[in-house]
């Protein structure tokens, strides 16, 4: 197989004429494209939904005393696969009748969970953006009393806060984190397995573990006070890990001969690494700067633990207490009142925006991303040809019989 | 479908008299608009084995993929012609992709046994896909084993895991697993291009056992092998920018010694390609 | 090499032993330097988590001198000023509501994955790998708004319809009508919040199931769900297990989504559709700005012992997967 479809990134439309020796001028034949699927197979499967769906309508009220709508859709989908199945296995074998079955069975769900899940960010935005106006961003809350609209004032003490607590811990984790990286793929040695578990156990750490732990340490132990700088500490304890592992999944894909060339050159390894290693990586790094971002930018616990609570603008991160979006929601939300709790949603919703902003940067840099710290394709990309033949056929080729 | 004997536990379709006869006519294949296979007749002759020979690149493993519908699993892959096994075309008749891969078995470049299953579970793994109740699994077993060569070599460790045997026995392994669901036609796309030479040795002797009761279709890139283990052969060509074509096909003894094209002539004897 | 060596001397038993060279580096100032950051770097993650163990632990011991460690281990009650707290209720809780959103998202997970990855027209595939690697990434905070405003005044619905339906089951009995706050709509926000979490890592070790072995599995005549049986959740079960123990993890840390829901309770109670659950950070994050130090040093045991947890969870984790096939090529 290999032969023939390796060098199909070459040609791109070859005249389709035969072969001289064939007889030239015939037409072309019927070319034939299997498909997975017909159109007979999708009426039989909107046909067994209608009648599973009028079958459920007649009996479900009457005869099981069963109601609500999700008990419905239930019952729907259970009398669909039952009949779908009994359909399919007239026409089929056991094995082919069971494999449309499951087919139809992980669409459902499939579908079911993507639809839950847009149905949440919607609906997050939908609320969110019923009330965001422009001055969200330009005004604090320091004018807004119980009786204010929920368009009152704004959220940019949190954004301050959180743009400064980010920045700080971006400050804290990058530099540990790609060092960490670098020394888990360059210099290794004794101490590079304890390291690597640790790593990947800090990457659970959940992130009010982190902020109690700063608080004790910061707070308690050296005797400061709540302040945006605290919060940066815990939100570094998180993002730190997720660092150093995208980093070090990126930094090993860098070709080894890389490496070797430059050694072989004489050149220093340190030299080596911030020459040839750090710079082809560099995308990848970005990445996994941005993927630390993501990680952290919706925790609220640090700043309910160490960040104390304003509602006024405080530029200072190092002095008083500062806000920060996740926990600018957090504490609206628990608020009783109305006006209060759409702010949130607006919150919600720009931190939302922030998250969907940072993915389309990491996806500038890189051609695939992980949102856990997957490394796999985040250098190699470029290389790869942008044919959509090669594409298709480079890997995995056989799920779509 | 219903429990069925050993010797048989093929499709229904497989129950009847005779080998089956395999045939190609005015094949083409693309993959989107690249054009890689033009106007292939090919009448592969039942209970014989044969070789498909030609340069990289000349549309002989399209054409094998063709033969049992793996073609279409790529997805811009489309296809003309007509295949035909028993006078049923396998792309428009009403049999499916599945009841066509079942008897037509395909052996590949690759040993790819199962490495999550035993040797004895991949023997039975095409049963196993296909939901046929074997009567007798360690008989199925042992037969298939036995006719891929690889029965004494393996028959006190059946429950060991087949990614630990060599390559060569993977390969035989493969033949055995696709020998136990009882093919008509046994597709080897370059079967022994990952082995070492005693392996490949194996390997044709076992294609040379099984071709008693299958038709092979062998794809190579060795012109001894091609000599040494098929009857009939094809010669495929394909020139700058144009799609691959069959030369010239015939028993193997002629093609080899006085083919009638220059270019086979010339092939064959490592004159090109 | 000094020892003169007597090459196939027969009466030099035994032979003389070869010496070894020794490669001894000499690094330049920058790479001494180079080779020390990085390994400080190294060294002080290493060192970041044993002072968070360190210091959680120093600062339980306030409570600990109140109360015994083995009584804390038991203890239903949360009264730390009266040295009457432990995790015996909040630790079956936040077990509870973590194995049910873990239970309720794994189908959905595994279906997502299985979808993007095996039944998704080539198309649309890498726009749903895209959607899910952003789903993932969504702050928990806005599942718990939702959960909060949207999902709790309508799973009652469903609750109430459960308990009814279905009250012969012994989880699901619910006799005096409160149903709000439940560790099943708390279950089913953190389902939520990890099924694109979970999904994205199997999705990930799915496409890498060889090619070779699925078109082995298709030539024998397998269905797509046979070729996927056979080949895909065999190679993928490293992945399956890794995303599971990941969003487990994630689940047992989640704090703020969890706090928006839950009413605490510190009984054990495995009727999941009544009201009343709990969690350790749960816990932490609500009683934190009033607890007297006694308290706060109790909160902190308790998040010593989720520490413990959720370190072995994912130690577990990364150990599992790295023994299956898949798992070098997992990154939980």
């Known amino acids: 197989m290999t032969d023939s479809r390796t060098d199909l990134a070459v040609a791109d439309a070859p005249p389709p004429a035969p072969p001289a020796d064939q007889g030239s001028g015939k037409p072309e034949p019927e070319r034939i494209r299997v498909r997975s699927w017909s159109w007979s197979e999708a009426a039989e499967l909107g046909g067994v939904a209608l009648a599973a769906l009028s079958l459920v309508w007649l009996v479900y009220e009457q005869l099981t005393g069963l109601s609500g709508g999700l008990g419905f859709f239930l019952c729907w989908f259970a009398t669909f696969l039952i009949m779908y199945w009994i359909v399919q296995r007239q026409r089929h074998d056991k094995m082919a009748a069971r494999d449309r079955l499951v087919t139809v069975m992980i669409g459902g769900l499939a579908a079911v969970i993507f639809a839950a899940l847009a149905v949440i960010i919607g609906y997050v935005i939908f609320r969110g953006y019923s009330t965001l106006r422009l001055h969200f961003f330009t005004v604090d809350q320091r004018h807004v009393g119980p009786l204010s609209p929920a368009t009152a004032g704004g959220g940019l003490a949190a954004i301050v806060g959180s743009l400064e607590q980010v920045g700080l811990a971006l400050l804290i984790s990058v530099p540990l984190g790609v060092g960490t990286a670098v020394f888990l793929s360059e210099v290794k040695g004794k101490l590079g397995r304890p390291v690597r578990i640790f790593v990947e156990a800090m990457n659970g750490i959940p992130s009010i573990l982190a902020a109690i732990f700063i608080y004790q340490i910061w707070l308690i132990e050296a005797h400061n006070q709540v302040s945006g700088f605290a919060v940066a500490m815990a939100l570094s304890i998180s993002m730190m890990p997720t660092v150093a592992r995208t980093c070090e999944v990126v930094l090993r894909l860098v070709p080894g001969g890389l490496r070797e060339g430059s050694l072989a050159l004489g050149g220093l390894e340190w030299r080596m690494v911030r020459n040839v290693v750090l710079p082809t990586a560099r995308t990848g790094i970005i990445t996994a700067i941005v993927l630390g971002i993501t990680r952290v930018v919706g925790a609220a616990a640090p700043a309910l633990i160490d960040g104390g609570e304003s509602n006024t603008v405080n530029w200072n991160p190092f002095h008083g207490p500062q806000d920060d979006l996740p926990y600018f929601v957090y504490r609206l939300v628990r608020e009783p009142i109305k006006a209060e709790n759409l702010r949130a949603w607006t919150g919600a919703m720009v931190l939302v925006g922030i998250v969907l902003v940072l993915f389309i940067v990491a996806r500038m840099f890189s051609g695939t991303w992980h949102p856990l710290g997957w490394g796999r394709g985040l250098i190699d990309r470029s290389r790869r040809s942008r044919s959509p033949l090669i594409e298709t056929d480079a890997t995995s080729n056989g799920g779509s019989s | 479908m219903t429990a069925i004997d050993t010797t048989r536990p093929g499709s229904d379709a497989a129950n009847k008299d005779g080998p089956s006869r395999l045939t190609a006519h005015g094949v083409h294949a693309w993959f989107g608009n690249h054009h890689v296979l033009a106007d292939v007749n090919l009448d592969m002759t039942p209970l014989e084995v044969t070789a498909l020979i030609g340069p990289s690149g000349c549309g002989k493993s399209t054409f094998l993929r063709l033969l049992n519908r793996m073609h279409e699993l790529v997805p811009s892959a489309t296809l003309a012609g007509h295949i035909e096994l028993d006078e049923v075309d396998i792309y428009r008749g009403d049999l499916s992709a599945t009841e066509v891969r079942r008897r037509i078995g395909m052996v590949f470049q690759k040993p790819n046994p199962f490495p999550a299953m035993s040797i004895a579970q991949n023997v039975l793994a095409g049963a196993k896909l296909g939901g046929i109740k074997l009567a007798d699994r360690d008989a199925t077993v042992e037969r298939a084993l036995t006719r891929a060569g690889l029965w004494n070599e393996v028959k006190n460790r059946l429950s060991m895991n087949g990614g630990a045997l060599s390559g060569g026995q993977q390969q035989r392994l493969c033949i055995a697993r696709a020998l136990a669901i009882q093919p008509e036609v046994l597709l080897m796309d370059e079967p022994c291009s990952a082995l070492d030479p005693t392996s490949t040795r194996r390997v044709e002797e ?38 691959g074509h069959i030369v010239e096909s015939g028993p193997t003894e002629k093609m080899f010694s006085e083919p009638d094209d220059q270019r086979t002539l010339d092939y064959v004897n490592g004159r090109f390609g | 090499m000094t020892a003169p060596l007597l090459a196939n001397d027969p009466t030099a038993t035994p032979p003389a032993p070869v010496d070894r060279i020794t490669v001894v580096v000499r690094r330049s100032f920058g790479d001494r330097v180079f080779h020390l950051s990085a390994r400080a770097a190294g060294t002080l993650t290493l060192a970041l988590m044993v002072l968070v163990f360190y210091f959680l632990l120093n600062a339980s011991k306030t409570f600990f001198k109140v109360e015994s460690f083995s009584k804390f281990m038991t ?41 993007v990855s095996e039944y998704a027209p080539r198309r649309l595939r890498r726009s749903l790998t895209l959607l899910l690697d952003l789903l993932a990434a969504v702050p928990s905070i806005v599942f718990g708004i939702w959960g909060f405003f949207f999902l709790m005044p309508r799973q009652r619905h469903l609750s109430i319809w459960l308990s009814h339906e279905l009250s012969f089951v012994p989880i699901f009995k619910v006799t005096d009508g409160q149903y709000a706050d439940s560790p099943f709509i708390v279950g089913t926000v953190l389902a939520l919040m990890i099924i694109p979490i979970a999904a994205s890592v199997m999705r990930e070790v799915f496409s890498q199931a060889p090619p070779v072995e699925r078109e082995g599995a298709l030539a024998l005549g397998g269905t797509r769900w046979g070729m996927i049986r056979s080949v895909v959740l065999p190679f993928g079960r490293g992945g399956i297990i890794g995303g599971m123990m990941l969003a487990l993890g994630r689940a047992l840390g989640e704090t703020i989504a969890v706090t928006m829901l839950v009413s605490v309770v510190f009984t054990r109670s495995t009727h999941i559709l009544h009201q009343g659950s709990n969690t350790i950070s749960a816990l932490i994050a609500l009683d934190w700005g009033e607890a007297s130090p006694i308290a706060r040093s109790a909160l902190m045991a308790a998040g010593l012992v989720l520490f413990v947890i959720t370190l072995l969870v994912n130690v577990v984790a990364s150990m599992i997967t790295s023994r299956t096939r898949s798992g070098s090529l997992t990154e939980i």
């Open chain 2, 206 to 243: 076992t294609i040379g056992e099984i071709c008693s009761e299958v038709t092979v279709v062998i794809v190579t890139h060795n012109m001894q092998q091609a000599f040494r283990v098929s009857q009939q052969c094809a010669f495929f060509l394909a020139t700058e920018g144009e799609p």
């Open chain 3, 75 to 115: 203890d239903q009650a949360w009264v730390p000023d009266e040295a009457n707290a432990g995790v015996g209720s909040l630790l079956f809780n936040t077990i509870l509501v973590s194995f049910l959103g873990v239970i309720m998202a794994f189908p959905f997970a595994l279906a997502a994955a299985l979808y």
